[in-house]
């Protein structure tokens, strides 16, 4: 299964939420207003940035978020497709 972004994110709030934080202080932590998360959760998928931050804070490896997001962002062509594959076989590996 591949990985991706909004992953991170369920992850993220489920972490925080259960050691008692409040979904406004996960957005203050990250650096962006509950609106801009809303919106990615809406949308299904992170920004790069939002991935990227996320996966500092939970110790996960920001580089790998980073890349996972701007290729969900992307628009589909072959070059995505060939590239989410990529990502795939990196991951398992």
């Known amino acids: 299964m591949q990985a991706r972004s909004i992953d991170l994110l369920m992850k993220a709030e489920s972490q925080w939420i259960s050691s008692g934080k409040s979904y406004a202080e996960l ?3 990250i650096g962006i207003d509950r609106t801009a998360l809303c919106k990615a959760k809406e949308a299904d998928r992170l920004s790069p940035v939002i991935a990227g931050r996320l996966a500092q804070i939970l110790g996960d490896d920001a580089i790998k978020w980073i890349a996972i997001a701007a290729v ?18 990196l991951s398992k590996g």
């Open 27 to 29: 957005c203050k932590e």
């Open 72 to 89: 969900e962002n992307a628009k589909n062509s072959k070059a995505r497709t060939m590239l989410e594959k990529h990502l795939q076989a």
